[in-house]
């Protein structure tokens, strides 16, 4: 540590001695205790030693003491990352409405002073306030604060840690969700991968051990980067955080994305039997785990499976000043506004104390895993694969139970039999309605389940009411439709014998393959995508400003590929051994051509992956080309050649 830092700190101490001796000849033998103390163990154990009891204004009605104070800088960020923002960002509250850097020091020193004793600055992205070193440095100078974290996403981390380390930064955490290039930029809509790696590096050669890498995993996008991420650890002083995605409102996703920490330990051991577990502190979010003779170790935060709410011990303020007890709670009291009013600092403790009360037992999420089947659904890793899409539709039904007297319709589309996973799925729990339930173009598909006292309705995807009823399986038995403007209930006719895919009532049904033999299969799929002259020649120069529009298509061609069988109900989950997408120029057409290939070796064909690739990476060229036109054709998308399968092969001439 600099010189100026030691003097600062050594004054502090001496100062913070002064004030609790009663006596000059105490305070001076104080000083200078608590001097030597500091020189030989650091500030933290001075810090301790000379802490002040813990306020019960920051104690709930649970006993949990709030030690832990996060606050969000700014709004703004400079990514757009896909699981935490729209692509085109967000409505920022005006600047006179966010708290002055002057307000953050007076509302950090009032929870320090109760009991306060670690601040993580967090945002947004905290570092691209122009004043945060001297946020950092003002919190330095509070008496009783042990640890001043950042979390940050690491694009300017390179340039302004070393003032910060100056100022008294003591901990980093860098989010970062991929170990490739062209997926960071795919998943960030942004480039600055190699910024975030030099920032990493940054803070190891500064002396920061460890550095935390917070890691949300996601599936189908990469969690199978996850032993790369645990390798990454083995030369340096990391902690790499897996995070469990957690399905906020806001970013349109659901549980089919998250992978617990079981399933990821699980992977993990295949590969590093060894593994160790490390203790951790009661209030510590992360199970931490460590490769022998590795420098760095691994976490999981299981904040959606294993939630840890008992021991929460957070509280946070937001930019524009408003505190929340807990991340997932609707509930903020503005603290700005109660300080920009003139209110006492006895006024705000209570305000304060009052907001930490009324805090719960748990968040809203975890009530959820109360359910054993949703519980094991999210806990073990084959029901998570095969059920997750199941779990996000009951997550949406659970909200309208209440309303299932039929006067309104569910905010839902059901992809086929809807039954709760769990671990024993032949028992088939219908989701409380009894409804097996598909849509047919601009009809509802339904049976009843004979063992429901649910009346039978017909139940609308849409929002809004539902006009007519098809009254009980007196009325209309077996498989019928009833349509909204008549209000009449059809007997489905049999589907044609050409199709796999029905039943012989007319459902819609997934095929057998179980009898089918092993064998190689390929499949070849392609598209163009017209582009016009001007975007295509952005294109070509890589002057697009979402970044680069092949590298990134590429990729989302591949992650397409693989989460074939989530976009398409009917397709079976098979392994792929190979993916390739490939893009080409096409200057005559001002064109990018696409082409897409998938190899396995299963019992059915990988035509739809194929087709998905190309289809996916299609689309990912119009998204990032529609800022500069909208007239932009997608073509010729169509199947090029498959081998493998009973119907032998296949080839476009």
Known sequence: ???????????????????????????????????????????E????????PFSAF????????HNYLRISLTEKCNLRCQYCMPEEGVQLTPKPKLLTAQEIITLARLFVKEGVDKIRLTGGEPLIRPDVVDIVGELYKLEGLKTIAVTTNGINLTRLLPQLKEAGLNAINISLDTLVPAKFEFIVRRKGFHKVMEGIHKATELGYHPVKVNCVVMRGFNEDEVLDF????????????????MPFDGNKWNFKKMVSYKELLDIIKQRWPELEKLPYETSSTAKSYKVPHFQGQISFITSMSEHFCGSCNRLRITADGNLKVCLFGNSEVSLRDHLRSGASEKEL??????????????????????????????QNSPNSRQWGHTFSHWLTLRASLPKQNGKTSMKNKFTGQIFLPGSHP?????????????QVQGYCVFQKDPSSTFDTKCLDASVGQVPVDCQSKEACSGSEFHTRDSGSCTKVPHASDNLTHTDEEGQATMVDVAGKPDSRRSAVAGAVVVLGEKAFRMVRQNQVKKGDVLAVAQIAGIQGAKLTSQLIPLCHNIPLYHVEVSLSLDEARHAVVIRSSCHTWGRTGVEMEAFTAAS??????????????????????????????????????
């Open 1 to 43: 540590m600099a010189a100026a830092a030691w003097g600062r700190l050594l004054r502090g101490a001496r100062g913070a001695a002064s004030r609790r001796a009663c006596s000059s000849g105490a305070r001076a033998r104080a000083a200078s205790a608590a001097a030597q103390e500091l020189l030989s163990s650091g500030r």
């Open 45 to 52: 154990r001075f810090v301790l030693e000379h802490a002040a």
């Open 58 to 65: 920051l104690m709930d009605s649970f006993g949990r003491q």
């Open 230 to 245: 645990v390798d990454f650890t083995k030369d340096l002083p990391l902690d790499v955080r897996f995070i469990e995605y």
């Open 349 to 378: 403790i209570q305000i304060i104390g009052a907001a930490v009360g009324r805090k719960k037992k748990q968040h809203a999420e975890p009530a959820l895993m109360s359910f054993p089947l949703c519980q094991d659904a999210l």
């Open 426 to 438: 032949e028992k088939q729990w219908h989701l409380a309605t009894g409804i097996l339930q598909t």
């Open 616 to 653: 996916l990476a299609a689309l990912t060229v119009y998204d990032m080309c529609k800022a500069v036109t909208h007239d932009i054709v997608i073509q010729e998308v169509k199947l090029i050649s498959k081998t493998g399968g009973q119907r032998g092969d296949f080839s476009r001439v």
